[in-house]
């Protein structure tokens, strides 16, 4: 059996792999509920999806309310430059260096520009950041940002906001194959509490969400159902999955029992 070690975040320790976000909740009330039910313990928040001085105060003090980690990220960002300048407001801001990088490449489908991230990665790292870079599910790109001393990496398994879950599973095994020692985190796409649960079966240390639960029909209990579902996820990757086979196996062996007749 696998050891069920904690998830670690540039040697920070969490017992809990449900990273949520903050934005587009019916209220705040319902965020912070939200968060609860997840029992997450790092939420993501962004300044630049704040309106004005005022709301901006309220809303970060609804975020030092729930005590939890605060993630910073730099949503809405299209260049390396955009990228450094939030991410330095935002250690400003939230006394840390820790930053979920995002740098956005395609308005279409909101993908991340990959040449960019890894210019912006590497400037910041070189600043003292530690950072958590949001990227697409691609190998290579994956090696050059651990290459550049990313500790923590943040696959999508899916377009933000979709829903679709994860598209490419053979990517993602792929990449928790090729860096077995990385903290690896499915962000963005998933819709269900059966894809939460799919990506910690596959070996992956936690998922981040936001949409998947804002936009459901009640948050609150879609927050729980996501909490279960990584918990189990994360309890069948440990526990190891029997093998596959190509013909049935009967659960209940013949040999050597006995037989009555009429």
């Known amino acids: 059996m696998r050891e069920n070690t904690p998830l670690t975040i540039y040697g920070e320790t969490f017992s809990n792999r449900l990273l949520i976000g903050s934005a587009l909740y019916p209220s705040p009330k319902i965020m912070q509920q939200s968060i609860v039910a997840a029992g997450s313990q790092i939420v993501t928040v962004s300044l630049r999806r704040q309106n004005s001085v005022a709301a901006g105060e309220d809303f970060w003090q609804l975020i030092k309310d729930t005590g939890l980690t605060v993630l910073p990220n730099t949503a809405g960002c299209h260049s390396v430059k955009e990228v450094v300048t939030l991410a330095k407001m935002c250690r400003e801001v939230f006394a840390t260096d820790w930053i979920k990088l ?41 090696q ?14 899916a377009p933000i906001g979709t829903g679709k879950g994860l598209l490419n599973p053979y990517n993602l095994t792929t990449i928790r194959e ?18 939460a649960c799919q990506a910690l079966e596959m070996g992956y240390d936690a998922v981040l ?4 639960i804002a936009g459901a029909g009640c948050p609150v209990l879609m927050a729980t159902a996501f909490s279960h ?10 526990a190891q999955a029997m093998p596959e086979k190509e013909v049935a196996v009967p659960s209940t062996p013949t040999m050597g029992m006995p037989f009555w007749h009429q």
């Open 229 to 238: 579902a990584v918990s189990a996820g994360r309890a069948a990757y440990v």
């Open 144 to 157: 050059r940002l651990a290459t550049l001393g990313c500790e923590v990496l943040m696959p999508w398994g």
């Open 209 to 212: 969400l936001n949409s998947a």
């Open 178 to 195: 090729r860096l077995p020692d990385m903290t690896l985190i499915v962000d963005a796409g998933l819709g269900l509490p059966s894809h």
């Open 102 to 142: 995002e740098l956005i490449g395609d308005e279409y489908n909101l993908q991340p520009d990959p040449i960019a991230l890894l210019e912006a990665t590497e400037i910041l790292l070189n600043d003292g950041f530690k950072v958590l870079p949001y990227c697409t599910d691609d190998l290579v790109l994956c």
